[in-house]
């Protein structure tokens, strides 16, 4: 069974956040450090730059393209209905670790188009 990004969610000692989790599930593929998954500590719960999902955010910083960008936007603002962690918490339409795996399935998408 494939490993998904979500099953780095608050696993373990780490307690991976949900930026944590996607740059952890993406460690190998784009060579990341572990002092930058750490890195990422700050940026759950909202904290990321604007109040973006960490999720979001974790996997925008692993982009380069403005049009991945934006399509990685439009896919996570359709299943979540917004880019902001404190909207998606209100809305509830999916959960935090939902976002985990919804940042990361798109950008897995992103990658095989390449």
């Excluded at 490993?3 to 991976?16: E, Q, T, V």
């Excluded at 399509?71 to 339409?93: D, G, H, M, P, V």
Aim: hydrophobic share 35%; glycine share 6%.
């Amino acid at each position: 069974m494939k490993k998904k990004a979500s099953d780095y969610f608050h696993l373990g000692w780490h307690r991976f956040n949900c930026a944590q989790s996607v740059a952890k599930y993406f460690q190998e593929k784009f060579g990341l450090s572990e002092d930058l998954i750490g890195s990422y500590k700050d940026k759950g719960k909202g904290a990321a730059p604007e109040g973006m999902c960490g999720s979001f955010f974790a996997a925008c910083a692993l982009l380069k393209d403005p049009e991945d960008i934006a399509y990685l936007e439009k896919k996570f603002t359709e299943a979540a209905s917004s880019t902001k962690c404190k909207e998606i918490r209100t809305l509830k339409k999916v959960t935090c670790k939902e976002t985990v795996d919804l940042a990361a399935d798109t950008l897995d998408t992103i990658q095989h188009k390449k």
